[in-house]
């Protein structure tokens, strides 16, 4: 074991169990799953996904490029880092060999989703963070902190730092309290700002149940993603260590160096116990002193520089830890099995040349290339980067307005800067770093980006190729694409290029910050909207009626419809038969509801509807219906329904059910961005009106018995009228028009009272064997009598000539919206595709809709000639064979003629007809 | 996700919104009297510049009113918004 007595955060008086790799271990509250691992001498948690070379704990936090692992309890959960795993008694992982495994049951936790506003959105919980939402929450801001840590304080959670001669936690322990004060501040960790978007708007996820394992509530969710839009947003969000790479840099016990520091201070861990300590700069000296302090046996600080800083040095000789200046790592030897590092080469490098080597046994190299400040969330606002040269880093230059950069995410290193104080506790004072991107060696062993496996050999390939932007060498190499997105290989990959280029890399700059800074699972950013709830179902007012009677549904836009409803024993082709057999022998009902419907009212509005609608609506009288069709200003059909005028001032507009929105906007848009002076209000009453069309020869018998004191003559009530009337006190409008051209009315009704007039047409319909059909009949019925729906026969490229209504455009009007179009020369052509009927002469198959037309018996070679294609097709049991309707090239002038369609292998011959096959006369109409 | 002024509402989130084209590309007095040419730059042509675009709003999922914006299209920045009825405003 390597855990020390009594240090740390965690609680050592409690153990929890674990099995990592079919091993059980434990560990405490407050561990990581890292922490736990490396408590038990456990560097290794892996295999690289391409090599298959050894991979382990690299970092202490979501920066580590390497520790990957796979969660199998509670919840399987793949590609997670050990680093990031908030340890419970009872977890299960294993380490991951490159891919991990999605759960094959379904998620049952919950995720949701929250908003929030703030005038300060302060991102870290930091010596800066804190000292920013503090000064924010003192002046009365609303302001929200979030920090992606189990506890507040960040960078001082890992280290023995002071603030005014206490140590420094105790500072985070008031802030925080000071700031719970304030009623206006929110505070929240475990929360990971993980997108910055245009003008303070942030994404940021919350983990509030995984940490309690098996014993996470079920009624909480277990992540949820807070959507905050802020006026201004503080980024504090720290730094990330990085590597120098050299020869073998990528086995489990190679660490960076202020990560061995965390584990110690947060955890009490020691990662080794025979250390060596590779530098470029002076933070890696506390690391060494530290674990030295706690019993690691430090063998030698190497740094690259020439001069060491006089203090650290001074501090290494009080412990005896020799100062190697002007020295690298120039490579590693691993232990057989786990491959842990066990000693490394070492040599002296001067002017680019290795000179004198040696060689130190250890189990923990501990590495430290210098500090990139975290600048994702600047960046991926647009926030501009400079290389510093001083720091060796890429640091946010110039303003972005509403977002200031705080602490050492801005570059600032010390904590005097970061706590806006007075230096009084400054530790010793800072000198330079050396930037050192690679040391000489072998570069297919020089690892990259470890968790992909690429090397300097890589980059140097992709150079070779010709690539010169990091962009390209990022998307040739896969450097920085893995679960890190290159937290320490990015800027590091970027100064090797340079190098290689031989430019500055302050010239080459860096890959683009992207959103999300750390995975997020989809079933977090899904939240609620899964499932039922994914997108709004939409039922009408006989939705249990339909459920009751055993329909079939079948979705229609967001609506759930009854597609029909089968009897025992029936499929769907004997459902509709018998369905459609009864409209038009006897007497079917429809849920019509979900059309759409607009209420139009004003002075002007017969006006409105004369310039959207093809033909006259102004002419209707007050108590009739007139079918009418909407062009766009190309000319093509956008919706078609029926326009029943209520009174001078008022029209009810009848649209698809799936046009109903796109006519209300297109209507709206007319109005308020061309005819503001039309006075006229539109107004959505779908919901509002459940619709009934009773349809068939007996339809008369059923409404005359639902309204006795409605004249229901041919004479009195004619086709394309309406009355208004009453059931048992309801009020009830009933119209003459048909969507199948049989009689048929259609009875409207508030929607409260829907099921209760639904019930008395079916009493008043069952001495008539009433048959409740779904849309599937509907279909048939109205294909038999080519009436098009507008999206499935027609498709933006259709004008009314081409389906055959020339009767529904004005010829009186001077002007609508799409008349000048019909005028085009290409509008005018005979070759246009045009709406025809379809019998296949076998009198069997039903078309496959969408199936090409072609005009040979046999198929010629490719390029085929293509006719046009099917749009509609079913069986029907009035004409005892199936048939279809289709769009084909001068498709009226080949009526009578015989084209064929391919079908599976086949070629099925079929006559073009007109599109009218049942009842051309329109005899049925009257009943 | 920008925030978008409404001139009616205020400030409100993008997704509220449905983008309209270009702005003040008026319905032809008198159709009737145009070439096919004519009428077709009136339906299909419309100006694509690099920088201010005037163009047409719909505030879609709030109070459903439509308004023009002047919008920076390689910067995506609103740089004003203002009502139909209202001139193009002066925006240095």
Same mark, same amino acid.
Not at chain 1, 102 to 112: C, G, N, Q
Not at chain 1, 350 to 368: F, H
Not at chain 1, 653 to 658: A, F, I
Not at chain 1, 860 to 876: D, F, I, K, N
């Given at each position: 074991?390597?855990?020390?007595?009594?240090?740390?955060?965690?609680?050592?008086?409690?153990?929890?169990?674990?099995?990592?790799?079919?091993?059980?271990?434990?560990?405490?509250?407050?561990?990581?799953?890292?922490?736990?691992?490396?408590?038990?001498?456990?560097?290794?948690?892996?295999?690289?996904?391409?090599?298959?070379?050894?991979?382990?704990?690299?970092?202490?936090?979501?920066?580590?490029?390497?520790?990957?692992?796979?969660?199998?309890?509670?919840?399987?959960?793949?590609?997670?880092?050990?680093?990031?795993?908030?340890?419970?008694?009872?977890?299960?992982?294993?380490?991951?060999?490159?891919?991990?495994?999605?759960?094959?049951?379904?998620?049952?936790?919950?995720?949701?989703?929250?908003?929030?506003?703030?005038?300060?959105?302060?991102?870290?919980?930091?010596?800066?963070?804190?000292?920013?939402?503090?000064?924010?929450?003192?002046?009365?801001?609303?302001?929200?902190?979030?920090?992606?840590?189990?506890?507040?304080?960040?960078?001082?959670?890992?280290?023995?730092?002071?603030?005014?001669?206490?140590?420094?936690?105790?500072?985070?322990?008031?802030?925080?309290?000071?700031?719970?004060?304030?009623?206006?501040?929110?505070?929240?960790?475990?929360?990971?700002?993980?997108?910055?978007?245009?003008?303070?708007?942030?994404?940021?996820?919350?983990?509030?149940?995984?940490?309690?394992?098996?014993?996470?509530?079920?009624?909480?969710?277990?992540?949820?993603?807070?959507?905050?839009?802020?006026?201004?947003?503080?980024?504090?969000?720290?730094?990330?260590?990085?590597?120098?790479?050299?020869?073998?840099?990528?086995?489990?016990?190679?660490?960076?160096?202020?990560?061995?520091?965390?584990?110690?201070?947060?955890?009490?861990?020691?990662?080794?116990?025979?250390?060596?300590?590779?530098?470029?700069?002076?933070?890696?000296?506390?690391?060494?002193?530290?674990?030295?302090?706690?019993?690691?046996?430090?063998?030698?600080?190497?740094?690259?520089?020439?001069?060491?800083?006089?203090?650290?040095?001074?501090?290494?000789?009080?412990?005896?830890?020799?100062?190697?200046?002007?020295?690298?790592?120039?490579?590693?030897?691993?232990?057989?099995?786990?491959?842990?590092?066990?000693?490394?080469?070492?040599?002296?490098?001067?002017?680019?040349?290795?000179?004198?080597?040696?060689?130190?046994?250890?189990?923990?190299?501990?590495?430290?290339?210098?500090?990139?400040?975290?600048?994702?969330?600047?960046?991926?606002?647009?926030?501009?980067?400079?290389?510093?040269?001083?720091?060796?880093?890429?640091?946010?230059?110039?303003?972005?307005?509403?977002?200031?950069?705080?602490?050492?995410?801005?570059?600032?290193?010390?904590?005097?800067?970061?706590?806006?104080?007075?230096?009084?506790?400054?530790?010793?004072?800072?000198?330079?770093?050396?930037?050192?991107?690679?040391?000489?060696?072998?570069?297919?062993?020089?690892?990259?980006?470890?968790? @992909?496996?690429?090397?300097?050999? /890589?980059?140097?390939? $992709?150079? +070779? %190729?010709?690539?010169?932007? *990091?962009?390209?060498? =990022? #998307?040739?190499?896969?450097?920085?694409?893995?679960?890190?997105?290159?937290?320490?290989?990015?800027?590091?990959?970027?100064?090797?290029?340079?190098?290689?280029?031989?430019?500055?890399?302050?010239?080459?700059?860096?890959?683009?910050?992207?959103?999300?800074?750390?995975?997020?699972?989809?079933?977090?950013?899904?939240?609620?909207?899964?499932?039922?709830?994914?997108?709004?179902? @939409?039922?009408?007012?006989?939705? /249990?009626?339909?459920? $009751?009677? +055993? %329909?079939?549904?079948?979705? *229609?836009?967001?609506? =759930? #419809?009854?597609?029909?409803?089968?009897?025992?024993?029936?499929?769907?082709?004997?459902?509709?038969?018998?369905?459609?057999?009864?409209?038009?022998?006897?007497?079917?009902?429809?849920?019509?509801?979900?059309?759409?419907?607009?209420?139009?009212?004003?002075?002007?509005?017969?006006?409105?509807?004369?310039?959207?609608?093809?033909?006259?609506?102004?002419?209707?009288?007050?108590?009739?219906?007139?079918?009418?069709?909407?062009?766009?200003?190309?000319?093509?059909?956008?919706?078609?329904?029926?326009?029943?005028?209520?009174?001078?001032?008022?029209?009810?507009?009848?649209?698809?059910?799936?046009?109903?929105?796109?006519?209300?906007?297109?209507?709206?848009?007319?109005?308020?961005?061309?005819?503001?002076?039309?006075?006229?209000?539109?107004?959505?009453?779908?919901?509002?009106?459940?619709?009934?069309?009773?349809?068939?020869?007996?339809?008369?018998?059923?409404?005359?018995?639902?309204?006795?004191?409605?004249?229901?003559?041919?004479?009195?009530?004619?086709?394309?009228?309406?009355?208004?009337?009453?059931?048992?006190?309801?009020?009830?409008?009933?119209?003459?028009?048909?969507?199948?051209?049989?009689?048929?009315?259609?009875?409207?009704?508030?929607?409260?009272?829907?099921?209760?007039?639904?019930?008395?047409?079916?009493?008043?319909?069952?001495?008539?064997?009433?048959?409740?059909?779904?849309?599937?009949?509907?279909?048939?019925?109205?294909?038999?009598?080519?009436?098009?729906?507008?999206?499935?026969?027609?498709?933006?490229?259709?004008?009314?000539?081409?389906?055959?209504?020339?009767?529904?455009?004005?010829?009186?009007?001077?002007?609508?919206?799409?008349?000048?179009?019909?005028?085009?020369?290409?509008?005018?052509?005979?070759?246009?595709?045009?709406?025809?009927?379809?019998?296949?002469?076998?009198?069997?198959?039903?078309?496959?809709?969408?199936?090409?037309?072609?005009?040979?018996?046999?198929?010629?070679?490719?390029?085929?000639?293509?006719?046009?294609?099917?749009?509609?097709?079913?069986?029907?049991?009035?004409?005892?064979?199936?048939?279809?309707?289709?769009?084909?090239?001068?498709?009226?002038?080949?009526?009578?003629?015989?084209?064929?369609?391919?079908?599976?292998?086949?070629?099925?011959?079929?006559?073009?007809?007109?599109?009218?096959?049942?009842?051309?006369?329109?005899?049925?109409?009257?009943? | 996700?920008?925030?978008?002024?409404?001139?009616?509402?205020?400030?409100?989130?993008?997704?509220?919104?449905?983008?309209?084209?270009?702005?003040?590309?008026?319905?032809?007095?008198?159709?009737?009297?145009?070439?096919?040419?004519?009428?077709?730059?009136?339906?299909?042509?419309?100006?694509?510049?690099?920088?201010?675009?005037?163009?047409?709003?719909?505030?879609?999922?709030?109070?459903?009113?439509?308004?023009?914006?002047?919008?920076?299209?390689?910067?995506?920045?609103?740089?004003?918004?203002?009502?139909?009825?209202?001139?193009?405003?002066?925006?240095?």
């Amino acid at each position: 074991m390597t855990r020390l007595p009594g240090r740390g955060r965690v609680d050592h008086d409690t153990t929890w169990r674990f099995t990592f790799d079919g091993r059980e271990l434990t560990g405490h509250p407050g561990d990581t799953l890292a922490s736990a691992l490396l408590a038990h001498g456990v560097h290794r948690t892996g295999s690289s996904v391409n090599l298959g070379r050894p991979r382990g704990i690299g970092a202490a936090w979501a920066e580590d490029p390497g520790g990957l692992v796979q969660v199998e309890e509670p919840f399987p959960e793949p590609m997670l880092l050990a680093t990031t795993i908030e340890l419970h008694d009872g977890l299960v992982a294993r380490g991951l060999s490159g891919r991990g495994r999605l759960a094959d049951v379904p998620d049952s936790a919950r995720y949701d989703r929250m908003h929030a506003h703030a005038d300060v959105l302060v991102v870290g919980a930091g010596p800066a963070g804190l000292t920013a939402a503090l000064t924010a929450a003192r002046a009365g801001a609303r302001v929200v902190l979030v920090d992606e840590q189990s506890e507040a304080g960040g960078d001082l959670l890992g280290t023995a730092d002071r603030i005014a001669g206490a140590p420094a936690l105790d500072w985070v322990s008031a802030a925080v309290a000071e700031l719970r004060s304030y009623p206006d501040v929110r505070h929240l960790q475990r929360t990971t700002a993980f997108g910055h978007y245009d003008d303070g708007f942030v994404l940021a996820l919350e983990r509030r149940t995984g940490h309690l394992g098996l014993a996470a509530p079920r009624h909480v969710s277990r992540q949820r993603v807070w959507r905050i839009r802020a006026r201004e947003v503080v980024v504090a969000t720290g730094a990330h260590e990085r590597p120098v790479v050299f020869c073998d840099n990528d086995r489990p016990g190679i660490m960076l160096a202020s990560g061995a520091r965390t584990f110690l201070h947060r955890y009490g861990v020691r990662a080794g116990c025979d250390a060596v300590v590779f530098t470029t700069g002076d933070s890696a000296y506390a690391s060494a002193v530290d674990l030295a302090d706690a019993g690691t046996r430090v063998h030698a600080v190497l740094d690259a520089r020439a001069e060491a800083p006089a203090y650290w040095r001074a501090e290494c000789e009080r412990r005896g830890i020799p100062v190697r200046t002007g020295h690298v790592v120039t490579g590693t030897e691993g232990t057989e099995g786990t491959g842990r590092v066990s000693a490394v080469s070492t040599a002296t490098l001067r002017d680019g040349v290795l000179g004198e080597a040696a060689r130190i046994e250890c189990d923990l190299l501990l590495v430290s290339g210098g500090w990139n400040p975290a600048v994702h969330l600047f960046s991926q606002a647009g926030g501009r980067l400079r290389f510093d040269n001083g720091l060796g880093a890429f640091v946010p230059s110039g303003e972005l307005p509403g977002v200031t950069v705080a602490g050492t995410a801005a570059g600032v290193f010390d904590l005097a800067g970061c706590l806006s104080r007075d230096p009084a506790d400054a530790g010793p004072a800072p000198t330079p770093p050396l930037v050192l991107w690679r040391v000489p060696g072998e570069q297919g062993r020089q690892f990259v980006d470890v968790a @992909r496996d690429a090397t300097v050999a /890589d980059i140097a390939r $992709a150079l +070779g %190729a010709g690539m010169r932007s *990091v962009e390209h060498v =990022k #998307r040739y190499t896969t450097i920085g694409t893995a679960h890190d997105q290159g937290k320490t290989s990015g800027v590091v990959a970027s100064g090797i290029i340079a190098e290689l280029l031989g430019t500055p890399v302050r010239e080459l700059g860096t890959t683009t910050f992207r959103p999300p800074y750390t995975p997020v699972a989809f079933a977090a950013l899904a939240g609620r909207s899964r499932g039922a709830l994914f997108d709004p179902e @939409r039922t009408t007012a006989l939705h /249990d009626w339909h459920v $009751a009677r +055993g %329909a079939v549904f079948e979705d *229609v836009g967001q609506w =759930k #419809r009854p597609r029909y409803y089968p009897r025992p024993g029936e499929d769907m082709d004997a459902a509709v038969l018998r369905e459609s057999r009864a409209a038009r022998r006897g007497v079917g009902i429809l849920d019509g509801s979900t059309l759409g419907k607009i209420d139009v009212q004003g002075p002007d509005a017969a006006v409105l509807l004369d310039r959207i609608y093809t033909n006259l609506m102004s002419s209707l009288r007050p108590g009739m219906v007139r079918y009418g069709v909407i062009c766009g200003v190309d000319g093509m059909v956008l919706d078609d329904g029926t326009v029943l005028r209520v009174a001078e001032d008022r029209f009810l507009v009848y649209t698809t059910t799936g046009g109903a929105a796109t006519v209300l906007d297109w209507m709206e848009e007319w109005l308020q961005t061309e005819w503001p002076e039309l006075r006229v209000h539109l107004t959505s009453v779908t919901e509002q009106w459940a619709t009934f069309p009773v349809v068939g020869p007996r339809s008369r018998d059923v409404i005359a018995a639902l309204a006795p004191q409605v004249d229901c003559s041919a004479g009195a009530f004619p086709f394309m009228a309406w009355r208004d009337t009453t059931v048992d006190g309801v009020p009830v409008r009933i119209a003459r028009v048909s969507f199948s051209g049989e009689l048929a009315y259609e009875v409207n009704v508030n929607a409260w009272y829907a099921p209760a007039v639904w019930e008395r047409l079916l009493d008043a319909g069952r001495p008539h064997d009433i048959t409740p059909y779904g849309t599937e009949t509907m279909h048939v019925l109205r294909a038999e009598k080519g009436y098009p729906i507008i999206g499935q026969d027609t498709d933006g490229t259709v004008a009314p000539y081409d389906l055959g209504m020339a009767w529904a455009v004005s010829r009186k009007k001077s002007d609508f919206v799409g008349k000048r179009s019909f005028a085009r020369v290409e509008n005018r052509n005979p070759l246009r595709k045009q709406l025809v009927g379809l019998l296949p002469l076998d009198r069997a198959t039903v078309l496959p809709e969408g199936s090409q037309i072609i005009g040979t018996d046999t198929l010629p070679e490719p390029p085929v000639p293509m006719l046009g294609h099917v749009t509609s097709s079913y069986r029907s049991a009035e004409l005892g064979r199936p048939f279809a309707l289709a769009l084909v090239r001068a498709g009226r002038d080949r009526i009578g003629q015989t084209l064929h369609v391919p079908v599976g292998g086949d070629l099925v011959a079929v006559e073009v007809t007109g599109s009218v096959l049942v009842d051309p006369e329109g005899a049925r109409r009257d009943g | 996700m920008q925030l978008i002024e409404c001139p009616w509402c205020g400030p409100r989130e993008e997704v509220e919104f449905h983008y309209g084209g270009e702005a003040h590309v008026s319905y032809p007095p008198d159709p009737s009297t145009l070439s096919d040419e004519q009428w077709a730059r009136y339906v299909f042509f419309r100006a694509n510049p690099k920088g201010r675009f005037h163009e047409r709003w719909s505030h879609s999922a709030g109070c459903r009113r439509w308004f023009n914006a002047v919008r920076d299209t390689a910067t995506y920045r609103f740089h004003g918004v203002y009502r139909p009825d209202e001139q193009k405003p002066v925006i240095p």
